[in-house]
């Protein structure tokens, strides 16, 4: 599949991962990242994305760490190094031991 519709499959997805989310019930956090680990399992890396960036802008350490994996992998993103190093810092600044 050529890389523009990967892209605009990821961009529909996470225009429709914004637009539920205000109705959506709020699950704990941890729920939350497993669910991301899934998806990230079943190769789903729109949802794992839509499921972490939340948490991780909250705080979570282990979605920012795995946000920062999603950046340095290309995984449903483009490999973005400063973007994975700043998940990355964000997490060790929290006590992320990796």
Request: charged share 15%; proline share 4%.
């Amino acid at each position: 599949m050529p890389a523009y519709s990967h892209r605009s499959l990821l961009i529909l997805a996470l225009s429709l991962c914004l637009s539920e989310a205000p109705f959506a019930a709020a699950p704990h956090s941890a729920d939350l990242y497993k669910r991301g680990v899934e998806s990230m399992e079943a190769g789903n890396f729109a949802d794992a994305y839509c499921l972490w960036k939340p948490l991780a802008q909250q705080g979570y350490v282990e979605a920012q760490y795995s946000l920062g994996w999603m950046y340095a992998n290309g995984y449903g993103l483009a490999m973005d190094e400063a973007q994975a190093l700043s998940w990355w810092k964000r997490a060790a600044d929290r006590g992320h031991a990796d």
